[in-house]
């Protein structure tokens, strides 16, 4: 299969193309096709067991599909491993917090620093010129997450809101040309859940993001596109607008079709 032209005006950033994924005899995610643009936030959304989060799994290289392929930033990433898309700019957070427990909120950002920077054991070494960029990459993220009072406590001493900031905070330090979230308000309390809120209003200005949510409120507030999933295949793709007034999508969510029409494709 040809692969998109590199850096082309209006190309996308992350490209699928007939994405499936069988376990057994069950199709999780059955011939997804979606592009994502840069410097947009696309939202993905669907019932319990749409196949959301096994589409991220996809992407990120988690498991591997069935059949079709998968685009990013002009390569075909298809076969390359978890850890080679994050070099390549692909970092997620997770459904479940993805967290070291026992270490400093610092430490959990710095360890995925260095491996970003390429450091890793180096770092026990004494300082480098790459050891200081993580240290300041680190410090960044640190005062974007609002967590700097508190980047010596244990993760786990935090409350969940903060180490689900934590967790975004880690696939920061990837430094990612597209910042994958797995329902990212996901369990939080009302106060928490404007804290996450705004965090990603202000994400959203400086990154291209790929988000799962539940929260439609948010989810309308904020996507610039839409992708809607039912039994593992795309049902309708279009702007908010679009999508809140879909008959397939109104089926999918509440049981009954509407008789609104839309401009979203289905």
Request: glycine share 10%; hydrophobic share 40%.
């Amino acid at each position: 299969m040809n692969r998109p032209a590199e850096a082309a005006a209006g190309a996308p950033l992350l490209e699928t193309r007939s994405l499936t994924k069988d376990f057994g005899g069950v199709r999780a995610v059955n011939k997804v096709s979606i592009r994502v643009a840069p410097a947009t936030l696309h939202v993905v959304i669907g019932p319990n067991g749409a196949g959301k989060t096994t589409l991220f799994h996809l992407l990120t290289g988690v498991v591997s599909p069935t059949s079709g392929e998968i685009f990013f930033d002009g390569e075909v990433v298809t076969g390359v491993s978890l850890s080679g898309r994050v070099k390549r700019g692909l970092a997620r957070s997770y459904q479940k917090t993805n967290i070291f427990p026992r270490l400093t909120v610092r430490q959990n950002i710095l360890a995925a620093a260095h491996r970003a920077k390429g450091t890793g054991w180096k770092s026990l070494l004494g300082a480098t010129a790459s050891t200081r960029e993580a240290e300041r990459l680190t410090d960044q993220i640190l005062e974007d997450l609002g967590l700097q009072d508190q980047s010596e406590a244990e993760a786990q001493t935090l409350p969940y809101g903060s180490q689900r900031l934590i967790d975004i905070g880690i696939a920061l330090a990837c430094e990612p040309k597209l910042l994958l979230l797995d329902e990212p308000t996901s369990g939080l309390s009302s106060g928490e859940l404007d804290r996450i809120i705004e965090f990603i209003r202000d994400l959203r200005t400086r990154y291209s993001i790929l988000l799962i949510e539940h929260n439609m409120d948010l989810v309308l507030a904020f996507a610039d596109v839409i992708t809607v999933l039912n039994f593992g295949e795309v049902i309708a793709e279009g702007k908010p607008a679009e999508i809140a007034k879909n008959a397939l999508v109104q089926e999918a969510y509440f049981g009954q079709a509407t008789t609104a029409t839309s401009g979203a494709k289905a």
